[in-house]
Structures are given as structure tokens and as C-alpha cells.
């Protein structure tokens, strides 16, 4: 494994690899470095290690493989329009790996280690950081058991590895987004793993998605496993509904993921002044929203166009004035770095 000894420093001329940023998707492009590390104890950590993108060696019975013992994380790196490289809200994909690593009884790095580690992987990758406005390196972190394990139980060791590939701005992908509502297969169940980034929480609903996007939907939105009658969220995003000018969203009860752009945009809504519900959201108030929207770190805050339910198809309105549209400006324009972060939320690394 070749050890980077310090961070990529490059002349202006190496700022950026040879790459048509325009034509950046949401495919995997291979960057430069990796970074892993062992963990094996809840004190017991390796020193982490930037090594080249490439394949890695692990066992054949590594809990990961025979028993789904592993998370993920996604969060991105943006560039400044000062062409500066910063992080927003790392400590909160930690925050979220380390719940997840408790429920699967898993060691996991400390906060601080996870943030180091992120900011280590992005500058090593930096020539990859999009220029402004053309995309952001999408981060991934895993936290596998990657020590081999034959009777059912956690692994002896844990390996927290981080890979980076740049991607392109969803929101060039089209303005909105039409859902379909799944009526057959829940995504999460009461006492689940449905809270957690586990990797086994992400297969189970391919079959649905797939059969939504065959017939031109965007995703498929969730509905609860216990009643069948209130929406939980979507396959990688949370749902907001705006009614009467109250902003709505699924409470974190256990079966949704708690996104951080959810929070984020829970906070920015309070801020300009907006009332937030976090209740249970029954389709019935979806069909009879004002507006649907929805965040993640890939789709940022996309405006939903359409939601259909068995033949009855309802849309929204989508474009310029929307409760959705304010706060998507206002989020992204504080992870871009166009504005002052007056909520302390960015971490400025390069
Ligand atoms: C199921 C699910 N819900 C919601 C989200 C949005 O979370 P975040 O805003 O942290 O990206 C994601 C993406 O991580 C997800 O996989």
C-alpha cells in the first residue's frame, strides 16, 4: 500500500485534472487517493493511510459479506468561488456513522478522527473538487466488519475506508422530480435499521425503484410499514410537504433516516421565520399539498412535480417563488461558499 506522506500541494497550473467539467453525471469517476483505516477495539485504532484508488483485499468471510455487517456515509466537498475547498457539516455524517455503528455493533471512529480523515481524502483528491458551479467531490465513507467471522456475529476488526468521485449538480438533471407511492414494500420497520446508513437497508428496495423508474418515475416515496397511511421518505431523500405556508416532514422516529440536509433545512426555515411541523404526514396531506419537496446531499432541495398513487396522479406547482426554491438558494448558496455562513455550518480546508 504506497503511504501519502502529506497533502497534494500543486502549482496553479495542477489545480485541476484535465476533465470536461461539463459534461460531469453521476457515475463513478475513480479520483487519486483512498483512505483506510483498521479499528479493531473501541480504542484500538490503526493509523489511517491514503493509499491509490484500487481494489482492495478482504477475506472471504468478512462479516461484511456473509452478514451485511457495514455502513455508509455520502457528504461532498464544494469549491469556493475564491477557489478554496470546504466541507459541510462532516461532524454530522460522523455523529450519524458512530449511531450506526452502535446499532451494528461495530467500533467507529471518534467525530474528530472521521473529520480528519475526510478533510486528509479531500485534499489528497483536490485537483478532483469541481470548479464553481460545475458539481462537488461526493465523499464516501464505509465502515465494514472486515474481519473474518464464521459463526453469526460481529467482526473482530472494522475497516473505516473513504473513497471520492466528482459528481455533477442534480439540479442540472432537471428542475423536479415525479414520485410514485410504493404501496407493496415499506423501505424501514418499527425497531429496523431504518435510521442507520446500513448497506443493507439500500437493496431490498431496488426492485421498487426500478419498476417506478421503468415507468418514468424519478423515485419511489415510502410509505409507513405500521399503517400503511403516512409517508416516510423517499430511496436516498427525505420528504418536506409546505401547506397553507407550514413546512412539514416525517419525524425521525426510528424508520427514516435523519438526513442532514433534513436538518439543515429545518433550521434554515425556522430562521426565515417559516413554522416547521415534524409530524406524521399522512398521504392524504400529500395529495393536497401546496408543495413537495425533497433533500439529500445528492438531490440538495429538488421541488417535487408530480405524486402518483395507484392511476390518480397529482401535481405541484415547481419554479421561481416556491417555499422550496427560497430555501434551496439559501443552503446552497452557504455550501458553495457564494455567501457568508452566518450559521457556522462550513468548514473552510483548503
Ligand atoms: C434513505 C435516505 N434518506 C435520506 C437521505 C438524505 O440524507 P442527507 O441529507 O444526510 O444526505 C439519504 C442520503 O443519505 C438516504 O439514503
Known amino acids: ?32 487517493y483512498i483512505y483506510i483505516m483498521k479499528i479493531s477495539g473501541k480504542d484500538n485504532f490503526s493509523e489511517g493511510s491514503l493509499s491509490r484508488y484500487g481494489n482492495i483485499e478482504i477475506s472471504p468471510s468478512a462479516a461484511i459479506f456473509n452478514y451485511g455487517q457495514g455502513l455508509f456515509e455520502g457528504l461532498k466537498a464544494y469549491r469556493r468561488p475564491d477557489g478554496g475547498i470546504q466541507l459541510f457539516r462532516p461532524e454530522l455524517n460522523a455523529l450519524r456513522m458512530k449511531n450506526g455503528a452502535d446499532r451494528l455493533c461495530m467500533p467507529s471512529p471518534p467525530v474528530d478522527v472521521f473529520v480528519d480523515a475526510v478533510k486528509k481524502t479531500v485534499l489528497a483528491n483536490q485537483r478532483w473538487v469541481p470548479p464553481p458551479g460545475k458539481g462537488s467531490l461526493y465523499i464516501r465513507p464505509l465502515l465494514m466488519g472486515s474481519g473474518p467471522v464464521l459463526g453469526i456475529g460481529p467482526a ?16 442540472k438533471c432537471g428542475p423536479s422530480m415525479s414520485l410514485y407511492v410504493e404501496n407493496e414494500v415499506p423501505r424501514a420497520t418499527p425497531g429496523g435499521t431504518g435510521a442507520i446508513k446500513s448497506i443493507t437497508n439500500y437493496s431490498p428496495v431496488f426492485e421498487a425503484v426500478n419498476k417506478a423508474k421503468a415507468k418514468g418515475f424519478t423515485d419511489v416515496l415510502f410509505l409507513d410499514a405500521a399503517t400503511g397511511k403516512n409517508v416516510e421518505e423517499v430511496s436516498s431523500c427525505n420528504v418536506f410537504i409546505v401547506k397553507d405556508n ?38 392524504m396531506d400529500v395529495l393536497t399539498a401546496d408543495e413537495v419537496f425533497c433533500t439529500g446531499t445528492a438531490v440538495g432541495v429538488t421541488a417535487v412535480a408530480s405524486v402518483t398513487h395507484y392511476d390518480k396522479r397529482v401535481e405541484y406547482r415547481t419554479g421561481e417563488k416556491l417555499v422550496s426554491q427560497k430555501l434551496r438558494v439559501m443552503l446552497t448558496e452557504i455550501q458553495t461558499g457564494v455567501v457568508e455562513d452566518k450559521m457556522g455550518w462550513t468548514m473552510q480546508i483548503h
Do not use: Q
Open 1 to 32: 500500500m504506497m503511504k501519502l506522506l502529506r497533502p497534494c500541494t500543486r502549482n496553479n497550473d495542477e489545480a485541476y485534472v484535465n476533465f470536461n467539467w461539463d459534461k460531469l453525471g453521476f457515475g463513478l469517476t475513480p479520483t487519486d
Open 156 to 171: 473482530p476488526e472494522c475497516t473505516f475506508l473513504i473513497f471520492t468521485s466528482p459528481i455533477g449538480n442534480w439540479y
Open 246 to 283: 407550514v413546512i412539514l416532514t416525517p419525524p425521525t422516529n426510528g424508520t427514516i433516516l435523519p438526513g442532514v440536509t433534513r436538518k439543515s433545512i429545518i433550521e434554515i426555515a425556522l430562521h426565515l421565520k417559516y413554522k416547521v411541523e415534524e409530524r406524521d404526514v399522512p398521504l
